[in-house]
């Protein structure tokens, strides 16, 4: 989809315009690619600032997070694919990330880097490798660059070959391991093994995408009560405390959406557990006078953490995305709420293309800073919403 479709289509006659559509697109188009592109760019240093005051001014973080550049990655490259300046801001990530962070084929990725460049965290961390998987699968996409295909393989075959778990069943958190089980490095995992099989039809990425989905369906879910754990033992049990009873909303509205996309590429029915996940969260993790999503509910579905952050907002955007292409239903008015939601909690009292990452139950701010990995999420957000916004106007004509 090109830029200029981004930028025209909810004028067409003959498809109903909402005001989520034409909020997204102008906010992405005209207030957050510009700013992050331009000074969201570390040019002295190489790669993008970790960190921004609300001003719009660089907080000068001493750190940059390998997870942030992966997802920064993500988003130029996406940009670029919809048709928006070109692929040099996502570039000049990439060749930043390779240049400083790879440790070699027994070691992989660092996990944290100084303002510089040079190696501040070496450890090998499952949820920062996962991103730098998703975005060198992006970034080929983007590009057709053989060599970003060719370090997917490298982070692949390392994941493979050095982070496996003693047992056999799924991944270390990270080497060496510390601390419980978790569930949320395996779906970023499976995140980033779609979006390379989708980009090279090469079946090492789907055979990780089966073996995570098989987890999620044997371990992660619970059917009886419809609920993503977060916290495991090491044979992969719900950790035996409250930690293993909490469920992020947001987590389950995530899981959804990366399903439905793995239903689309895979041909494996996993429907009943996308609804699932998505009839819970609606029902026990959104706010009915704000239709906020909340941080946090228990297995039983009280509410335990009534504040928000950006994050699980998007994600019931993305997974109203998927109940309508996969079960067809009218992802309107999810689109209307969450979008005023954000834009009325989160994307104001800021710098123009900024934000504010997370309020309390009483709406207040909790945060003093923007951090910059958060972009990622609103940009799948808008773009999944916008890519169906045709779809969305032809099925449900007003």
Not at 16 to 26: G, V
Not at 47 to 55: I, K, L, N, R
């Amino acid at each position: 989809m090109s830029n200029s479709i981004l930028r025209t289509i909810s004028t067409n006659s003959n498809v109903p315009t909402l005001c989520a559509f034409s909020r997204a697109r102008e906010w992405l188009l005209d207030e957050a690619l510009p700013f992050w592109s331009t000074r969201g760019i570390d040019g002295q240093s190489g790669g993008y600032v970790e960190q921004m005051g609300f001003d719009g001014y660089d907080r000068q973080a001493t750190f940059k997070r390998v997870r942030v550049i992966g997802r920064q990655i993500y988003v130029f490259s996406h940009a670029s694919l919809l048709g928006w300046q070109g692929i040099a801001p996502a570039r000049h990530g990439y060749e930043f990330l390779v240049s400083n962070a790879w440790l070699g084929p027994e070691h992989g990725w660092a996990r944290q880097l100084n303002r510089d460049g040079s190696v501040k965290d070496p450890t090998a961390d499952l949820y920062d490798l996962a991103f730098v998987l998703f975005a060198f699968g992006w970034f080929y996409r983007a590009s057709d660059d053989p060599a970003a295909r060719a370090w997917a393989n490298r982070t692949f075959d390392f994941i493979n070959t050095h982070m496996r778990h003693p047992s056999g069943k799924g991944f270390l958190v990270e080497k060496p391991a510390t601390g419980p089980r978790l569930q949320n490095p395996h779906m970023h995992l499976l995140e980033a093994a779609l979006v390379n099989y989708e980009a090279t039809q090469d079946d090492r990425f789907k055979a990780l995408a089966d073996e995570i989905v098989d987890l999620f369906i044997a371990c992660f879910f619970d059917q009886a009560t419809s609920t993503l754990a977060e916290y495991f033992t090491e044979d992969w049990s719900r950790d035996p405390g409250q930690s293993g009873q909490l469920v992020e909303p947001g987590h389950q509205f995530e899981w959804a959406w990366i399903l439905a996309n793995y239903q689309r590429l895979s041909g494996r029915k996993v429907g009943e557990h996308i609804e699932a996940l998505v009839r819970f969260a609606e029902r026990h993790g959104v706010r009915r006078d704000n239709h906020l999503t909340c941080n946090v509910v228990s297995s039983d579905g009280k509410v335990l953490d009534a504040g928000s952050r950006v994050w699980p907002n998007t994600e019931r955007i993305q997974a109203a995305v998927a109940m309508f292409e996969f079960a067809g239903e009218d992802p309107r008015a999810i689109f209307e709420a969450s979008t005023r939601a954000l834009f009325d909690h989160f994307l104001h009292g800021c710098a123009a293309g900024n934000w504010i990452d997370r309020i309390d139950a009483d709406g207040r701010t909790c945060v003093d800073h923007v951090p910059v990995s958060t972009l990622y999420h609103l940009m799948i957000a808008f773009a999944e919403m916008l890519r169906v916004e045709r779809a969305v106007g032809e099925a449900f004509p007003s």
